[in-house]
């Protein structure tokens, strides 16, 4: 069931552009940054790359088939790309499901910075034993920084997040699984702040890079719903190491952290960022390692945030790239990775390489 946020109007086929788009860029260019107003945005053309406009088409046929909503592509920080498809406009939100983890990851990155917490302290130690079903002494294992990994040892074959949901399965860090409980993080937070969630994050995150959109309650989850620009401008924060137009939002050695391999159970990911590159990579709800790359056709050095029915926030440094899409399940239903990532980047590559 899809999350009941849609209240923004839809309208035809839609792709915009900005009309002080250039065809010439310097090759060392300045990294831009949209003014927080909303109201433009610089871009770029594809051939000013030297990007393979012969083949655009193709990847957007393949975008709107597969059920997109929106695709946005960035290079260093100018829209390159901008499309929406199926009745989305560039005025309409829509959820971010799972790859919103990473706004979660990023605002716990401030409050440490601000030493309202530490990751490494228990997550006891900020709103109170009892919040899993765990005996104490394995509940008191569980630091934050087990919850931005994912290795918090709870049962993740039941995704609530109520006491009696967060069974005890193994000693926090020794195993990795894929679970809702990370959304405690955003407890932590309010605790520690005497602040609600919305109002840490909306002061210390979304208002600071322009961006537009809400949480919204979703099943057992809290998500995140705005426009493709508005996901476009977090994923420039990040390509930039937490840095918003000279202004350091969260600093620059927790971003490192954050899209590293965080723990040796899966090396494919980071802070709640999932990482290309790596030699093996674990997905969710299995225990099985995948031998090789997380998405084969993607560049090593990618990090990205995925959320079900294929929401994607692409960040490649190596190429100054931030890519958006946005939509419907490309062909089913899927936690986050799927199938479509890697034709994906068949289609991207053909254009960019």
């Known amino acids: ?39 433009t945005w610089e871009t770029k053309t594809a051939s000013s ?33 901008e499309h929406y498809f199926n009745g989305h406009t560039a005025n309409t939100a829509w959820y971010w499901a799972s790859a919103g983890k990473t706004l979660t990851t990023a605002v716990v990155g401030i409050a440490e910075q601000e030493n309202f917490i530490n990751t490494n302290n228990k997550v006891s130690d900020y709103i109170g034993t009892g919040w899993t079903n765990a005996p104490l002494a394995k509940e008191n294992l569980i630091t934050c920084k087990h919850l931005l990994t994912m ?25 990795w699984a894929y679970h809702n409980v990370y959304v405690k993080l955003q407890d932590v937070v ?14 210390k995150l979304k208002n600071p890079i322009g961006m537009t959109g809400a949480w919204f309650q979703s099943g057992n989850n809290r998500v995140y719903g705005s426009t493709a620009r508005s996901m476009a401008r977090f994923g ?21 952290l954050s899209t590293n391999t965080s723990q040796n159970l899966n090396l494919a990911y980071g802070y709640m960022w999932w990482l290309n590159g790596k030699s093996s990579y ?33 960040v490649i440094p190596s190429k100054k790239l931030v890519i958006i899409r946005m939509g419907d399940e490309a062909d089913s239903a899927t ?19």
Request: a negative charge; glycine letters at 6%; proline letters at 5%.
């Open 151 to 175: 290795t918090s040892g709870l049962d993740d074959t039941n995704q609530g997040i109520e006491p009696i949901d967060l069974e005890y399965i193994a000693d926090a860090g020794t195993r």
């Open 190 to 203: 309010a605790s520690a702040t005497s602040q609600t969630w919305d109002t840490y994050f909306n002061t």
């Open 335 to 353: 936690f986050g990775l799927s199938d479509f990532d890697n034709t994906l980047w068949e289609k991207i590559n053909a254009v960019i390489n």
């Open 282 to 314: 674990r997905l969710p709800q299995t225990q099985l390692q995948f031998n090789g790359k997380l998405i084969p056709n993607a560049p090593n050095d990618m990090y990205c945030a995925l959320g079900k029915d294929d929401q994607k926030l692409y």
């Open 236 to 256: 420039l924060l990040t390509l930039n190491q937490g840095n918003w137009n000279g202004t350091q939002i969260v600093n620059s050695t927790y971003f490192n």
């Open 1 to 39: 069931m899809k999350p009941l946020f849609f209240f923004f109007a839809c309208f035809a086929i839609f792709s915009c552009s900005s009309p002080d788009e250039t065809t010439e860029q310097p090759i060392n260019e300045t990294m831009y940054f949209p003014p927080n107003d909303a109201t």
């Open 49 to 81: 790359l030297g990007w393979n406009e012969n083949n655009v088409p193709d990847l957007l046929d393949y975008l709107e088939q597969k059920n997109s909503k929106s695709f946005i592509v960035l290079h260093n920080g100018k829209i390159v790309m």
